[in-house]
């Protein structure tokens, strides 16, 4: 079974550009999440899709968004970039049924320069 | 507000030792625990600990979760240089649908 795939694995952008990151979860979950990874802050929850509409959302500013596609695959989008938005972007699927627990897998992430 | 805290920040043993992460937690809801290991780029997952299965072993690893001390502890016996890595543990909130990591352990495992 294929893991979590992303797209791009690198980009460098210029402050003030926009940019949109791509997820295909494994097949057969629905729940995709997106985290973003700084040295100084860890792991840290942006938000959570499922069936195509967002469940939660993290503490980030609104310039990130996102949104999910009826066959699950997820894009995260940025925009007006600023300097501190420099980080690895991680996203993970996981099955999300109601009856049991579900096991969150990564993707090999984003790896995003803005100069 | 939810938080994660690991500890140590930082090890460095050597080949064959045994070594303990460890994990606390304050969340509101608490759902599960999980332990990652992440060595170049993706999180890959160890183990998922929850009410109903408070210990889990997988070869050399193994983890305990202490509902009482709101506390989780990752195992490592005979360590080798591949278990060289930084692991994470992460709390799943009920009905928030998301994971709230810790700063990560620091593993070094020298020949």
């Known amino acids: 079974k294929a893991g979590v795939t992303q797209t791009p694995r690198y980009l460098i952008k210029t402050r003030g550009q926009q940019v949109t990151l791509s997820c295909s979860p494994i097949?057969?979950?629905?729940?995709v999440s997106w985290y973003q990874q700084t040295p100084g802050q860890g792991l840290q929850f942006l938000f959570e899709?499922?069936?195509?509409?967002?469940?939660n959302k993290g503490n980030f500013p609104g310039r990130f968004s996102g949104r999910q596609f009826s066959n699950s695959r997820s894009e995260m989008n940025v925009s007006t970039l600023e300097l501190g938005d420099s980080a690895l972007y991680l996203c993970?699927?996981?099955?999300?049924?109601?009856?049991?627990?579900?096991?969150?897998?990564f993707g090999p992430g984003t790896r995003l320069t803005v100069l | 507000e939810d938080k994660v805290v690991q500890s140590p920040l930082s090890l460095v043993v050597h080949e064959g030792d045994t070594v303990t992460l460890n994990c606390s937690y304050e969340v509101t809801n608490f759902r599960s625990l999980l332990w990652y290991k992440q060595e170049k780029k993706a999180p890959t997952f160890l183990f998922m600990l929850t009410s109903s299965g408070i210990e889990k072993k997988s070869g050399r690893l193994s983890s305990i979760l202490d509902k009482k001390e709101l506390s989780s502890i990752l195992n490592i016996t005979a360590t080798q240089t591949g278990d060289s890595a930084i692991y994470l543990c992460a709390v799943e909130i009920q009905g928030a649908q998301k994971l709230v990591f810790g700063q990560g352990t620091r593993l070094t495992i020298n020949p």
């Open positions: 993970a699927s996981s099955r999300q049924d109601r009856s049991s627990y579900n096991e969150q897998f």
């Open positions: 097949s057969g979950h629905r729940s």
């Open positions: 899709y499922f069936s195509e509409t967002q469940r």
